[in-house]
């Protein structure tokens, strides 16, 4: 069972406390959607992904060992 917003509210200030770390309060807000948004993104990073899913590190071999014309 996934755990409710609060819950994960609730582990941010936990880890916040483990690391020894203080977050002024007006730079708070922005560090728990920081938080949420990651939280929101770690399944997708947990699964399966093909070449495809990363076009940055696919190439044609075609394209990288042409030789430019001069």
Do not use: C, K, V
């Given at each position: 069972m996934d755990p409710s917003?609060?819950?994960?509210?609730?582990?941010?200030?936990?880890?916040?406390?483990?690391?020894g770390l203080t977050i002024p309060p007006e730079r708070y807000p922005a560090i728990l959607l920081g938080y949420r948004e990651i939280q929101a993104m770690m399944p997708l990073l947990r699964s399966p992904r093909t070449a495809a899913s990363e076009p940055a590190g696919t190439y044609v071999l075609d394209t990288v060992t042409r030789e430019r014309a001069a």
């Open positions: 917003p609060e819950e994960r509210d609730a582990e941010l200030d936990l880890l916040l406390r483990r690391a």
